[in-house]
């Protein structure tokens, strides 16, 4: 399906004059409550209540709560919303990933409304949903399109959360829902549209881990949304004093952005490493709680044509893996305009994966999904920007 025309320039508009509690965590639903100034004895069941309807059963309005009563449901009405992050472009890949940019309420009245993109990306036996954690990025790492939007701010819990239930309504994956009659959504009885969660978005995860974490509760929680943190993957370029206390604090799955295995050349494609060097960075992930051969740390290498493949490096690779429960993704570079790499030959893929596999490393090469609409690993950027900024210079 072609991309959609872009929309117009967004104007300023006034922060909403109710609150939405979609996207909160108990604590701040039952801070929300008290504005209504509830008894505290109350709290706590009008809090299950609307944890189960908004998370549960995904309502989107407080009419539906049916065992909540017809003045409280006036009252909460009155007070506060369940608005989401609203779908502003939705594109569908010809394998049938799909790509949202989502734009959010401002926070202030002279602030614009930020936009970010997720993606959704289904196979016959899961539906996996990429999160942002920040809109825009600052890393800069040479070889990832997202990294080249400047950072314009973290995003809360909400946020984060809001994308979840976002995929979630729009696939039909809460109860009382249908599901997209494209048939690119997997189905079948008690499959959920969406089962896995990857931090792999627009942003570092690490650099906003106070906001991650809170959503990941959210995700977890088993009278709510219920994902297992098995299935919930933090991938980091390796902010390394926080990864540590991911595991600890949290413990989802994690994932490091690898992609070189010397220095020299990871400064130049994951700037961030001139900091957290990779003999320090594999240091935390031996020390990663929870990690075993069970919960296997993934190590994403993306396959740039001769800049990082050849038989050298992969045996390299193995080599300093050593210790670390682990599996690699090898992920084929997917090229975006002005890209300065190449993808590498798949001859060349085929070598270095046979190097790790033969060393007793799971060494999977990732599919390409959604190259058509900008989808893919390392793509993430709103062309809609790009077309504004093309229209302002047209129209002056």
């Known amino acids: 399906m ?16 109710k609150p939405s509690l979609a996207g909160l965590t108990r604590a701040e639903l039952a801070k929300a409550l008290r504005l209504m100034e509830l008894p505290e004895r109350e709290l706590r069941m009008r809090v299950s209540q609307l944890w189960h309807w908004i998370y549960f059963r995904g309502a989107a309005d407080f009419s539906s709560m049916l065992n909540v009563s017809k003045a409280m449901r006036e009252r909460l009405d009155v007070a506060f919303s369940l608005e989401l992050p609203e779908i502003v472009e939705e594109q569908v890949s010809s394998d049938g990933t799909r790509k949202w940019l989502l734009r959010l309420a401002p926070t202030n009245v002279s602030e614009k409304p930020a936009e970010i993109e997720c993606v959704y990306i289904p196979e016959s036996d899961r539906g996996t949903l990429c999160v942002s954690s920040q809109v825009g990025c600052t890393l800069n790492c040479s070889f990832c399109h997202t990294g080249t939007q400047r950072l314009v701010r973290n995003l809360t819990s909400r946020e984060i959360v809001g994308q979840l239930m976002v995929a979630r309504r729009r696939l039909g ?21 969406v089962s896995n969660i990857v931090f792999m978005g ?5 650099y906003n881990l106070e906001n991650v974490e809170a959503a990941i509760e959210i995700m977890a929680d088993g009278d709510g949304l219920s994902l297992s943190r098995r299935r919930i993957t933090v ?24 992609h070189a295995v010397r220095d ?3 400064n130049e494609l994951v700037p961030l490493n001139k900091k957290y060097p990779i003999a320090e960075l594999l240091r935390a992930c031996r020390d990663y709680p929870g990690a075993s051969n069970a919960r296997r740390i993934t190590f994403e290498y993306v396959m740039l044509k001769g800049v990082n493949d050849s038989p050298a490096e992969a045996r390299e690779l193995v080599r300093l893996l050593k210790g670390v429960p682990a599996k690699i993704n090898l992920i084929p570079f997917n090229p975006w305009p002005g890209a300065p790499y190449e993808c590498s030959d798949w001859d060349t893929i085929e070598r270095f ?8 490393y799971a060494s999977p090469v990732r599919t390409p999904r ?22 302002r210079m047209v129209a002056e």
């Open 235 to 258: 991938s980091t370029s390796g902010v390394v004093p926080q990864i540590g206390r991911l595991g600890e604090e949290c413990g989802p799955m994690l994932a490091i952005s690898l």
């Open 264 to 266: 020299e050349l990871r």
């Open 370 to 391: 959604g190259r058509d609409i900008l989808a893919a690993c390392g793509q993430l950027k709103s062309e809609t920007e790009k077309l504004r900024a093309r229209a």
């Open 173 to 193: 994956d809460f109860p009382g829902l249908e599901r997209p009659t494209d048939g690119l959504v997997p189905g079948g009885e008690g499959m959920r549209a």
């Open 202 to 206: 627009m942003g570092e995860p690490l």
């Open 353 to 360: 994966s046979d190097i790790v596999f033969n060393a007793g």
């Open 2 to 17: 072609p991309p959609s025309p872009a929309p117009a320039e967004p104007a300023l508009v006034h922060a909403a004059a």
